[in-house]
């Protein structure tokens, strides 16, 4: 479910969100990423301004043609959930971001995407929403500690985790993950920093 239509989650282009800004550090130097369910393509566009190689991922024809003479981005018409996964099998990235966008069965494929010493960034609605608006369909809305669970059963490292009601650009209930792959030689386990906020 992307949140095209939902007022004020800013999908389409404008600036990036402030999680994935956040984390950006972790991104390296001319990282291959994957933007995934990526609308107009502001993440897309914002990390290839930065060096990324981007794949970005959308079943919007339309919004992907946005993108289509920027350098550094490789586009991709998918329907992500109506159809197999669009990429081809054992393909991973530097970085894999996504952005108010859930659809279940592909959680671990979405995680077994980030390359040994990639970082996932993944943010999107959680319940509560359902209080402020749309989304409120359950099945778009993320279950306490669940993209935690992902990030566990994925053997990925989490950075950081919060579980938070956000005051603008509207009241929306988001979860929002950082989460990195060891490095070959790198030793899988506890995070050097973990953030929780309820």
């Known amino acids: 479910m992307t949140d095209a239509g939902v007022p004020g ?27 995934l369910a990526c609308g107009h393509g502001r993440h897309a566009r914002w990390l290839a301004a930065r060096g990324a190689q981007v794949t970005a991922v959308d079943r919007d024809e339309v919004a992907l043609a946005t993108m289509s003479m920027l350098a550094n981005v490789t586009t991709l018409v998918a329907d992500l959930e109506g159809a ?11 970085a894999v971001v996504v952005t108010n966008y859930l659809h279940r069965p592909l959680l671990s494929r979405i995680a077994a995407s980030v390359a040994p010493g990639g970082v996932l960034i993944y943010e999107t609605f959680a319940q509560g929403n359902e209080r402020y608006g749309k989304p409120s369909n359950p099945l778009f809305l993320l279950a306490p500690g669940e993209l935690l669970d ?18 603008a650009p509207r009241a929306a209930c988001v979860q929002r993950l950082c989460a990195t792959r060891a490095a070959p030689g ?13």
Do not use: C, K, N
Not at 84 to 94: R, Y
Not at 150 to 167: G, I, N, Q, S
């Open 9 to 35: 989650t800013m999908h389409g282009v404008g600036a990036p969100s402030p999680w994935l800004v956040r984390w950006a550090h972790l991104i390296p130097s001319g990282a291959r990423a994957l933007d």
């Open 84 to 94: 197999p996964w669009p990429l081809a099998e054992g393909t991973t990235f530097d």
């Open 150 to 167: 992902t990030a566990r059963t994925a053997d990925l490292r989490v950075v950081a985790f919060e579980d938070v009601t956000l005051p």
């Open 186 to 198: 790198e030793t899988p386990g506890a995070a050097a920093l973990y953030e929780a906020t309820a």
